[in-house]
């Protein structure tokens, strides 16, 4: 099964276009370790999600110890859950070749994110595995995005982000390429969409970062109402931060499916 089939049947079976990333930061987290955090968030919320996404910056920050927790993590994610490794990589040649063995041979990711700022030849290793996911980062949630990707070319005056689209849906010769839209820029999410009707986006930037989700459903899914991931890490991972925070992400995860499953009924309503 590819990484696509594999989000389509887990988001039918959980009735769920959620994905929690799993971005452990110790300064937030109650007082336990990482694979404890992330096992108890897993369980109690594996039932409401289309996927996963641990933020590599996140284990690489605690060392040795940090990567084997997110390994024993994956360990624990059921099978029937995809995993998005988010790690932004990009180089070129063997180096690219070396970053997508490691995410999808050594790690096991069924998806990863990349930068496409080095061209097609820094991103074709990764879409060479066919049945995996490569989600191109085209026009993210941060404000800074701005200072390149919103920036006008010369040739079209059109933005940047719409021409890595276009050069994405051309790369997506296997059916396993996709894209990063941030949901803090709605109206350019429902470009994208309109750019590539067919592609699988993922859309960050809900809660903490003040994203619209009503917009971001409105906009981001496909015309049957899917090949949309609508992710969350803050806002579910730190609804508490004492004991109770596994049954508080649980109910905040619960919250947060619903209205996503409302706005999209209201969609297919209009």
């Known amino acids: 099964m590819d990484f696509s089939e594999k989000l389509l049947q887990a988001a039918r079976s959980n009735k769920s276009l959620l994905c929690i990333g799993l971005d452990p930061d110790p300064e937030l987290m109650p007082d336990v370790d990482v694979l404890e955090f992330n096992k108890a968030i897993v369980d109690a919320t594996s039932d409401l999600v289309c996927a996963y996404k641990p933020n590599l910056a996140f284990y690489e920050a605690l060392g040795i110890e940090g990567l084997r927790a997110l390994e024993q993590t994956m360990a624990h994610i059921p099978e029937s859950i995809p995993i998005i490794g988010d790690a932004k990589r990009s180089d070129i040649g063997s180096t690219a070749r070396a970053y997508a063995k490691a995410l ?19 991103i074709e290793p990764f879409i060479e595995y066919k049945e995996k996911g490569v989600f191109i980062l085209c026009r993210t949630s941060n404000l800074g995005s701005a200072h390149f990707q919103a920036l006008p ?8 982000f719409e021409l890595v689209a276009e050069r994405a849906k051309e790369w997506n010769l296997y059916g396993n390429v996709g894209l990063v839209v941030g949901a803090t820029y709605p109206e350019e999410l429902r470009w994208v969409r309109e750019l590539c009707p067919e592609m699988l986006l993922l859309i960050p930037g809900i809660g ?27 806002q579910i991972l730190y609804a508490s931060r004492g004991a109770d925070f596994a049954p508080a992400a649980r109910e905040a995860a619960l919250k947060l499916r619903h209205e996503i499953n409302h706005y999209l009924t209201a969609r297919h309503g209009d």
């Open 153 to 160: 070319l010369l040739q079209t005056s059109r933005p940047l």
């Open 104 to 122: 999808f041979e050594t790690f096991g990711f069924d998806a990863a994110t990349v930068n496409p700022y080095l061209g097609r030849d820094s």
């Open 208 to 234: 903490a970062q003040g994203g619209d989700l009503a917009e971001a459903v409105r906009y981001g899914v496909d015309a049957k109402g899917e090949k949309v991931i609508i992710s969350s890490s803050r």
